[in-house]
Each structure stands twice: as structure tokens, then as C-alpha cells.
């Protein structure tokens, strides 16, 4: 029996194979606490440097201003909360997009509850948002907008570099989540001209449990992890070795990657979208206008339950734009958020290629799919 095709690599990606062999060398070889001042703590920090700048060198960083954390979920809360925390008596207003993910939301209702204010700037029919809505919402005690890259279910590739102009000329400080696009387009902090970006590790073929927060030089921000003041003071915490360099391994191999893994994803997403528009009558791709991520399609089969599709079809791995609980179907809030019409939400499957995945893959899964909705 041929093991299940997995077309679900914004969820997560497999450990890059030369990712693994620098995390197991170091978990055998590396065993020293960073901060201590002997040969096995030099060699430890020494991993850990080299690792954050490696990461670093992806994002046009300086090494300095990488902090590593446990994954994108904890670099997005940092984000928010440290800069809220720091920029308090100048302000408490937050600026953020409808489509964040719930590790940028969920920190902002908590804002809420003690007395913030948080604005949450709609998009368009591709899931786009628009940077005079941001500007439009920007007050004068507005300390941050955050606003993601790429959307993780669309892939729609967000205006960050024109909401940050327009944020900083108003003052406030910005910043992306980018657990998404990393390793798929290019991202440049200058670039961009955000403060603050969050990096996860199991987006970008390293180990789940590992992820960075960069954070620009004169920012303000204060810990929410507190300690013996590892990483300059910016996230207390022995540093974990053998993840940090897994991180940094990913992040240089990305680098050197980037434009022939651009094309292999893209290459292979339109293989399947044209199968699949050659098999399916009305199938809708959503974000199909918008600059989008390389790898994504979000495509909606009219008349199908995703649920129900996903099933019957054995042997491909990937998610739907709808979640079951308690047997009651829930759209996305990406695809309400965009104005997609419940049913539609409801038949819509999320796949998505990585740089493994191969043509013969791609044409048996398009036949699994079309003989599963016959």
C-alpha cells in the first residue's frame, strides 16, 4: 500500500534531511550551558551565535537582534504583549488584520479585557488588506500594527512594506508574522520596514518546538519570560542548542534554496489547480487573483462537503476551510472574513506543496481527489 501523500505543509513540514543531521550531531556532541565560561560552554554558545546568524542572514538581520523561542505561537505573543508592555504610557491601542492567526488575536482580546483598544482592519474579496484601511485605523495612541505576511490558508501575500510606511509616519511600531512565507519568498526586514517578525520553525523544514522573534535595535520591549537574562535580556531560558541550530541550518538552507524551491512549489501547485480545474465544474480558488504564496491553493469544490471529501478520499493528507465540533461545521474566519458564502467555505480543501513533493505525487493525488468527489 503507497504511504499517504501529505499536501498539507502550511500545517507543517517534514525535518529537512540536512536539518536533522546538524540537530543530532549537536544533541550528541554539543551538551554545554551557553552561558557557562568553560570549553563546553564556549563550544555550546558558539552553536548557538552561529545559528542566529544564520538566521539572521535569511532576513537581512544583524544577529543581535534575533531572539530564538519555542516556536511562532510564543514569538507572535512576545510581539504583542512585549511591545504593548513596553509602549504602555505612550499609548494602548493595537492595530491588526481580521485574518491574524489566533497567536496574534487571542493576546490582543487580552489587551481588550484590561482596557485596550484593538482595531481589527478588514480585507477584501482575496483576502487582501488594504493599506489605507490600516491608516484609517491608526490613531494617535496607536503603538503597534501587526499585520501577517501571508496568510497561512489564502497564501495571499499582505501589503506589509506600504502598511509600515504608513505606520511609522504615524508613529507606531510594526509587526509581521511571517511563519508562512519564510523559506518560500524572499523577506527582508529593511525591506519590509517593520520592528518585529516572527519566524516558526516547523513552517520552514526545522523541528517543531523552535522559532525566532527578530526584533529591530531600539525597540522597546519587556520579557515576558523572565530569568537569568539569557538572549540580552530579551527571553530568559537555558537556550536550547540542538534546536537553535536546527533553526539556523533551515534558515541557510532556505537561503540557498529559495529561488529553485520558489519554483518547484509553484510548479508543482499549478500542476494540481490544473488538474483539478480540468476534473471539478466551478471550482473556485480563492486568493486566485492575489500575489500568493508559491505553494498554496485554496480551492472550493461547489456542492461537496471538505469534511466529507477528506473522508472518502484515502491517501492524501491536507486540511479543509472548515472545522467540526461537536458535529456543528464552523467556516474559517479567513473565509468569512473575505465574504465567502458559508456553503462555499464548507467545500473548501487547503493543499499545499513543499519542495519533496514530486510530480507523480501531485498527479496521483488529483486523481484521488476527482475519483472521490465522483
Known sequence: MSPPIYLDYNASTPVAPEVLDVM???????????????????????VVEGARAEVAALIGASPDEIVFTSGGTESNNAAILGVAEAAAARGRHVVISAIEHASIDLPCVALSARGWGVARVPVDGSGVVDPRSV??????????????HANNETGAIQPVAAIARSAKAK?????TDAAQSLGK???SVDEL??????????KLYAPQG???LYIRRGTPFVPSQLGAGHQGNRRSGTETVALDAALGAACALAAKELTSRRAHLQAMRDRLEEKLRAGVRGLVVHAGDAKRLPNTLYAAFPGVDAIDLLA???????????????????????????????????????????????????????????????
Open 24 to 46: 543530532v550531531r549537536v544533541f550528541r556532541d554539543v551538551h554545554g550551558n551557553a552561558l557557562s565560561g568553560h570549553a563546553f560552554g564556549r563550544a555550546a554558545r558558539e
Open 135 to 148: 491608516e484609517a485605523a491608526i490613531r494617535p495612541d496607536t503603538v503597534l500594527v501587526s499585520v501577517m
Open 171 to 175: 508613529g507606531a511600531l510594526v509587526h
Open 185 to 187: 519568498v524572499p523577506v
Open 193 to 202: 520596514g517593520i520592528d518585529l517578525l516572527s519566524i516558526a520553525g516547523h
Open 210 to 212: 523552535v522559532g525566532a
Open 312 to 374: 472518502r478520499v484515502d491517501g492524501v493528507a491536507t486540511g479543509s476551510g472548515a472545522a467540526c465540533h461537536s458535529g456543528v461545521t464552523t467556516p474559517s474566519k479567513v473565509l468569512t472574513a473575505m465574504g465567502v458564502a458559508p456553503e462555499l467555505a464548507r467545500a473548501t480543501l487547503r493543499l499545499t506543496t513543499g519542495r519533496s513533493t514530486t510530480p507523480e505525487e501531485i498527479d496521483r493525488a488529483a486523481q484521488l481527489l476527482l475519483a472521490a468527489l465522483r
